[in-house]
């Protein structure tokens, strides 16, 4: 009795635990909702202030930014595909769809830093103006967070090769899952507000 009583409070506070963390992943996240927009309400105000050099519908090219967003939709797809394999515990099938992941939020990646080579290369860096200053902030904080979620994912595929699926895996795969839509999300605006808005 003694030693079931002592399992039931393990367990209780095994969950209790688990509870603290994703409640701590929740407030990370509302927090970056803060951060993303100061960041949004900063390049609102800034993006007429060009200092007599050329605008946003001038330097943003819209097809090569719909590609990108394509690539971080269909991560953001390929992402749910993976946490339904997560649910049937199908171990090859989550490493398949998290390295699926890792090559589409690279490529996007990829794109978006040579986005910013370009601009710096034709003499419009952030220091030109204060509305690319606002541009690289904004966008680039986007870009460090779509990197540390690649960071992210290989070290879930390193666990998931060790230890397999386990209940600290799976929860760690559903915080993944969150922060991945997330950045979606916060994507699309950015694509909305900097780009769509600002070509047209």
Same mark, same amino acid.
């Given at each position: 009795?003694?030693?079931?009583?002592?399992?039931?409070?393990?367990?209780?506070?095994?969950?209790?635990?688990?509870?603290?963390?994703? %409640?701590?992943?929740?407030?990370? &996240?509302?927090?970056?909702?803060?951060? +993303? =927009?100061? !960041?949004? $309400?900063?390049?609102?105000?800034?993006?007429?202030?060009?200092?007599?050099?050329?605008?946003?519908?001038?330097?943003?090219?819209?097809?090569?930014?719909?590609?990108?967003?394509?690539?971080?939709?269909?991560?953001?797809?390929?992402?749910?595909?993976?946490?339904?394999?997560?649910?049937?515990?199908?171990?090859?099938?989550?490493?398949?769809?998290?390295?699926?992941?890792? %090559?589409?939020?690279?490529?996007? &990646?990829?794109?978006?830093?040579?986005? +910013? =080579?370009? !601009?710096? $290369?034709?003499?419009?860096?952030?220091?030109?103006?204060?509305?690319?200053?606002?541009?690289?902030?904004?966008?680039?904080?986007?870009?460090?967070?779509?990197?540390?979620?690649l960071l992210w994912i290989g070290v879930l595929v390193w666990q998931i090769k060790r230890r397999g699926l386990t209940d600290g895996v799976v929860r760690r795969l559903g915080l993944f899952g969150l922060f991945w839509h997330f950045l979606d999300v916060i994507w699309?605006?950015?694509?909305?507000?900097?780009?769509?808005?600002?070509?047209?």
């Amino acid at each position: 009795m003694s030693k079931n009583m002592k399992i039931s409070e393990a367990v209780a506070e095994s969950q209790a635990q688990q509870e603290i963390k994703s %409640l701590g992943f929740w407030i990370y &996240l509302m927090t970056d909702c803060i951060l +993303f =927009a100061s !960041l949004f $309400a900063t390049y609102i105000v800034l993006q007429r202030g060009t200092f007599g050099g050329p605008g946003s519908h001038e330097l943003f090219d819209l097809q090569f930014v719909l590609v990108e967003t394509l690539l971080l939709l269909t991560s953001s797809f390929v992402c749910g595909l993976t946490m339904l394999a997560v649910r049937v515990g199908r171990k090859s099938h989550v490493i398949g769809g998290l390295i699926a992941t890792f %090559l589409l939020g690279a490529a996007f &990646l990829g794109m978006e830093l040579s986005e +910013f =080579a370009t !601009l710096a $290369a034709e003499g419009h860096g952030w220091w030109s103006s204060a509305f690319l200053s606002a541009f690289f902030t904004l966008v680039g904080t986007h870009g460090l967070h779509i990197a540390i979620g690649l960071l992210w994912i290989g070290v879930l595929v390193w666990q998931i090769k060790r230890r397999g699926l386990t209940d600290g895996v799976v929860r760690r795969l559903g915080l993944f899952g969150l922060f991945w839509h997330f950045l979606d999300v916060i994507w699309i605006f950015i694509f909305t507000i900097v780009y769509l808005m600002g070509v047209l």
